[in-house]
């Protein structure tokens, strides 16, 4: 289980969604220090977004509300920069710590380009979705 941290992986974003329509959203929540769209992965689901806030009442509160932009019901989880969300760890074991950092873009480096995927894990809560990566 990730820690509470003031920073936000959000996915299931619109595909042409744009920072300051997100921050427009979490607001409401507290002051959002940044946003960072990330590259959609596939031609399935929606996209993702690190959002940090500027501390960690404000994120607290956002992932545990039901959180919706459009007809999209978006799904939120700490995220802990520095770190590889567990569902991109198993993408390439052959990482090195070294390329695993966070850069200052918000991506994790990995050797074919910028990795990214929902954090460790998605709790389940009333109209939630719950997804466990641990086999």
Known sequence: MVRETRHLWVGNLPENVREEKI?????RYGRVESV?????RGSEGGV???VDFVDIKSAQKAH???NKMGD????TDYNEPGTIPSAARGLDDSLSIA?????????TRGAGG??????VSLHSREGRFERRLDG
């Open 99 to 107: 390329t695993r950092g966070r850069d200052v873009s918000g991506f």
């Open 64 to 66: 545990n509300s039901i």
């Open 23 to 27: 921050i427009e959203h979490f607001k």
């Open 36 to 40: 960072k769209v990330l590259p959609k």
């Open 48 to 50: 993702a977004a690190f």
């Open 114 to 119: 910028p990795v990214y995927g929902p954090p």
């Open 72 to 75: 999209r019901d978006l799904r």
